[in-house]
């Protein structure tokens, strides 16, 4: 979890961890320069870009701009969490590769 009073440069960076910047701002569309200046505080993304850079991180948009973290409702032990990230769009980058059916089968049947 990201801390709520970060800015979006920082939270950013945060979700991008071990990505390297330049192939992240590739594959937003984007310069690396442009993507180093946001993580900097230098400038603000228009909403296309933070939505495309969020896409690409697998993180909802508001993850990058909350400014408090949502409560948490979700009692422990159940798999609802799960549920939503799959629903709210958490989850890998659209640039990895995806899962093998037989590896899906085995989530859903585990779930």
């Known amino acids: 979890m990201v801390a709520p009073d970060l800015p979006i440069g920082d939270r950013i960076r ?19 320069d442009y993507l180093s200046q946001i993580e900097r505080g230098l400038k603000i993304p228009s909403l296309p870009i933070l939505y495309a850079i969020a896409h690409e991180l697998g993180v909802p948009t508001t993850a990058l ?20 990230q ?5 989850g890998p980058p659209p640039s990895t590769p995806a899962a093998a059916p037989a ?9």
């Open 14 to 32: 945060h979700y991008r961890a071990e990505r390297r910047q330049d192939v992240v701002a590739g594959l937003v569309g984007i310069s690396p």
């Open 65 to 84: 701009l909350a400014d408090t973290p949502a409560p948490s409702r979700v009692p422990p032990g159940t798999t609802e969490p799960a549920i939503v």
């Open 86 to 90: 799959a629903l709210m769009g958490y």
């Open 103 to 111: 590896s899906l089968r085995e989530r859903v049947e585990s779930a």
